[in-house]
């Protein structure tokens, strides 16, 4: 039934939406990846955490990372800093 199909129109069918909304999708999770890798990357830079600035370029985990590196490890040095 699918084999002849574009694997757009295949993931599609399998979501249970159009096409055009299959695009839609992942325009926004490329957007919201690009946003939360920016941020993280730039955070990482600042602080001059060359081995988190690396694993933050290569891996792709649509934002999952880059939101754990923020608000959990950034944030946890942040304070460890400021308590000594």
């Keep these: 039934m699918l084999t002849n199909a574009v694997p757009l129109e295949q993931l599609a069918i399998y979501l249970g939406l159009d ?3 299959v695009v ?3 325009v ?7 946003v939360w890798k920016g941020w ?3 955070l990482a830079a600042r602080r ?3 081995v988190w600035f ?3 370029l290569i891996i792709n985990t ?23």
């Design 62 to 84: 649509a934002g999952i990372l880059e939101i754990i590196y923020i608000f959990l490890i950034a944030k946890r040095n942040d304070l460890q800093k400021l308590s000594s």
């Design 24 to 26: 839609v999708l992942i």
């Design 28 to 34: 926004v999770l490329a957007l919201w990846s690009v």
């Design 48 to 50: 001059t955490e060359k």
């Design 40 to 42: 993280a990357m730039w």
């Design 54 to 56: 690396i694993l933050l």
């Design 19 to 21: 096409a055009w909304m």
